[in-house]
Antibody, heavy 118, light 112 residues
Framework: EVQLLESGGGLVHPGGSLRLSCAASGFTINAYAMIWVRQAPGKGLEWVSTIGDSTFYADSVKGRFTISRDNSKNTLYLQMNSLRVEDAAMYYC??????????????WGQGTLVTVSS | DIVMTQSPDSLAVSLGERATISCKSSQSVLYNSNNKNYLAWFQQKPRQPPKLLIDWASARENGVPDRFSGSGSATDFTLTISSLQAEDVATYYCHQHYNVPFTFGPGTKVDI
């Protein structure tokens, strides 16, 4: 059974940093595209980043966020620097349907909440 | 960027009746090389993560009830719930994974 468990969220001041983790089980993350999607409170879904056969970022996070994976730990990461108030959201980790970075997010974790406030 | 629009913003449907949601993309999401539409539909219930219902515009995921169906091509897509059940109350999002940045529609809230 595919399971994704996000962690690392919390309260951070504007300009601060956080590293989100997504521990995967039931599959091997380097065989699939892995995706971060966020959702601000009461708002819709926003794609953030994908790592697969290519790595992509939304323009709003490019240069500030870095997606990576540790295959030995079967864990996906999102390093978030220079955080802004508008980055506050629930961050979801998702597994793609296959290894292409053009995969839709097929399986999702429960999310980890990031709050950015002074 | 490909802009996704959905209509209506919300709808109320009686139990057992049909619900239809429209999704339009500002550019075609049909990849001619494999004749696939890079269009997915998600269901999100309150305080839960989204769930993938349909990908490639019309391919239902394993375990998704067959009352859910997707149709359309290129820029115009539809999600149909043929006979609404109480557990279908949720917000539904379309999503294009054809071109970076990948984008979602604003969502359609379905209620009874």
């Amino acid at each position: 059974e595919v399971q994704l468990l996000e962690s690392g969220g919390g309260l951070v001041h504007p300009g601060g940093s956080l590293r989100l983790s997504c521990a995967a089980s039931g599959f091997t993350i380097n065989a699939y595209a892995m995706i971060w999607v966020r959702q601000a409170p009461g708002k819709g879904l926003e794609w953030v980043s994908t790592i697969g056969d290519s790595t992509f970022y939304a323009d709003s996070v490019k240069g500030r966020f870095t997606i990576s994976r540790d295959n030995s730990k079967n864990t996906l990461y999102l390093q978030m620097n220079s955080l802004r108030v508008e980055d506050a959201a629930m961050y979801y980790c998702a597994k793609g349907i296959f290894d292409s970075s053009y995969s839709a997010p097929a399986s999702w974790g429960q999310g980890t909440l990031v709050t950015v406030s002074s | 960027d490909i802009v996704m629009t959905q209509s209506p913003d919300s709808l109320a449907v009686s139990l057992g009746e049909r619900a239809t949601i429209s999704c339009k993309s500002s550019q075609s999401v049909l990849y001619n090389s494999n004749n696939k539409n890079y269009l997915a539909w998600f269901q999100q219930k309150p305080r839960q993560p989204p769930k993938l219902l349909i990908d490639w515009a019309s391919a239902r995921e394993n375990g998704v009830p067959d009352r859910f169906s997707g149709s359309g091509s290129a820029t115009d897509f539809t999600l149909t719930i043929s006979s609404l059940q109480a557990e279908d109350v949720a917000t539904y999002y379309c999503h294009q994974h054809y071109n970076v940045p990948f984008t979602f529609g604003p969502g359609t809230k379905v209620d009874i």
